[in-house]
């Protein structure tokens, strides 16, 4: 598997679409954090849920997810995915997106390259091991992330 890109502008200026599912029942989020490597001698993507984001039961209940990119034209759409949950409106409807079958899970038309996961591994980030102002700054609240590690078993563009 061959695959080129920016990663760090990718996810932290362009941000990418988090889905987990089956075509009956998913949800999709946006993400800004999120990483590209190897672990065990497989190609992984990293991806962070906040424990109280409606996509995170979601990644809970599947063993695929996607991690999808998207042309800069999208970047409104993704901002309205990430900031609306899926408990309260209707994201593929109010998204515009289309929905397609990636693999074992889910993703979008209008993605520019979807990446198709199986998850290997889930760990809570522990605040006692970050530096206090980030744990400071970023759960003051304690609504935690999990950080989910999957194998990225197909690149679809």
Not at 119 to 142: F, G, I, R, W
Request: glycine content about 8%; proline content about 2%.
């Amino acid at each position: 598997m061959d695959f080129t890109m920016d990663i760090f502008g990718q996810f932290d200026k362009k941000w990418a679409l988090l889905t987990a599912g089956k075509e009956d029942s998913f949800n999709t989020m946006t993400i800004s954090w999120g990483g590209l490597g190897t672990i065990w001698n497989k190609p992984v993507a990293t991806v962070y849920v906040r424990q109280s984001r409606y996509t995170h039961d979601f990644m809970d209940g599947n063993e695929y997810f996607t991690v999808s990119f998207y042309p800069e034209s999208c970047k409104k759409v993704l901002g309205v995915l990430g900031s609306r949950s899926g408990r309260d409106i209707d994201k593929m409807t109010d998204s515009g997106l289309t929905a397609v079958k990636a693999g074992e899970s889910m993703s979008f038309k209008e993605a520019e390259v979807t990446l198709v996961c199986r998850k290997l591994y889930k760990q809570t980030l522990l605040k006692e091991n970050m530096p206090a102002d980030v744990a400071d700054a970023m759960y003051a609240d304690n609504d935690l992330h999990d950080m989910y590690i999957g194998e990225v078993v197909d690149i679809i563009r």
